[in-house]
């Protein structure tokens, strides 16, 4: 069984950052790409940013140069540092993964229970 814990969302003022992190356990033989994506009230689950088992990102224009994907393979995790922060972040972050429990396999993708991040004053 897989697991993906989150953490790191909350509260913060327009400006202001949070790093979000998730951390993937439990049966694992190969972790491909990592991801994060947003989802607001109202609207469609979107991505945020990905990163392949490589070290290759992408983002979405709404956040490019102020959120960074980062990840350690040594520890299944997978980070979102976000910077100057805007109320219009604001949404449910989740995290996603594309995976291989074992040699034979197919790919998988699994999520996160997702995190708030709010962006008010």
């Known amino acids: 069984q897989v697991q993906l814990v989150e953490s790191g969302g909350g509260l913060v003022q327009p400006g202001g950052s949070l790093r979000l992190s998730c951390a993937v356990s439990?049966?694992?033989?190969?972790?491909?790409?990592m991801g994060w994506y947003c989802q607001a009230l109202g609207k469609q689950r979107e991505l945020v940013s990905r990163?392949?088992?490589?070290?290759?990102?992408n983002y979405a224009d709404s956040v490019k140069g102020r959120f960074t994907i980062s990840r350690n393979n040594a520890k299944n995790t997978v980070y979102l540092q976000m910077n100057s922060l805007k109320p219009e972040d604001t949404a449910v972050y989740y995290c996603?993964?594309?995976?291989?429990?074992?040699?034979?396999?197919?790919?998988?993708?699994?999520w996160g229970q997702g995190t708030q991040v709010t962006v008010s004053s």
């Open positions: 996603n993964v594309d995976l291989q429990v074992g040699l034979v396999d197919t790919r998988t993708e699994y």
């Open positions: 439990g049966r694992i033989f190969s972790i491909y790409a």
């Open positions: 990163i392949t088992r490589g070290g290759s990102t």
